[in-house]
T-cell receptor
């Protein structure tokens, strides 16, 4: 059974810092890995999707890497801003067709001005 | 603004009530999902519809009854719920054939059972 863990569970940083969020998964037979952001009381917003054949994806200040063989992904946020405060979730997908995602436990990020 | 619209945003109901949650998307997605999310926990998959047919039921109690009347709409009918069913219910949709497109989520319905 696939298990997805995120470390740390919570993170508090001052504005401007670069930071790394970690995601690990137990079964390396994944189709892709997605990073989502969730603001309090809201739905999930897709940030980046890395296909199993890719090593990294970039969008603006965000960079996600994937090391499938070791079962790890990282989300790097450059020059953090208070607006980055949210919960960040990674999710792995094994199958094709409809998406059956297994979510990680989440990292709650607080960026202070 | 999200491309997946859920109504209502909030719902308070008694254990004997019958109510429905509604989800709508117009992105042409043929896979639609219901998730349940408790506070400070990740979403848990409940149901998956692909091409308007139920593909996955994650052993959800029968007091939750999904329905997909057409390719744009997904409903979740609720009856005789328990207090522990209070949660955020999220709807999502995705491409079926294009497997490397992300899943799109609505903002959810906050459900409280009295």
């Amino acid at each position: 059974k696939q298990e997805v863990t995120q470390i740390p569970a919570a993170l508090s940083v001052p504005e401007g810092e670069n930071l790394v969020l970690n995601c690990s998964f137990t079964d390396s037979a994944i189709y892709n890995l997605q990073w989502f952001r969730q603001d309090p009381g809201k739905g999930l917003t897709s940030l980046l999707l890395i296909q199993s054949s890719q090593r990294e994806q970039t969008s603006g200040r965000l960079n996600a890497s994937l090391d499938k063989s070791s079962g790890r992904s990282t989300l790097y946020i450059a020059a953090s801003q208070p607006g980055d405060s949210a919960t960040y979730l990674c999710a792995v997908r094994r199958n094709t067709g409809f998406q059956k995602l297994v979510f990680g436990t989440g990292t709650r990020l607080l960026v202070s001005p | 603004d999200t491309e997946v619209t859920q109504t209502p945003k909030h719902l308070v109901m008694g254990m004997t009530n019958k109510k429905s949650l509604k989800c709508e998307q117009h992105m042409g997605h043929r896979a639609m999902y219901w998730y349940k999310q408790k506070a400070k926990k990740p979403p848990e998959l409940m149901f998956v519809y692909s091409y308007e047919k139920l593909s996955i039921n994650e052993s959800v109690p029968s007091r939750f009854s999904p329905e997909c009347p057409n390719s744009s709409l997904l409903n979740l009918h609720l009856h005789a719920l328990q207090p522990e069913d209070s949660a955020l219910y999220l709807c999502a949709s995705s491409h079926y054939r294009d497997s490397n497109q992300p899943q799109h989520f609505g903002d959810g319905t906050r459900l409280s059972i009295l």
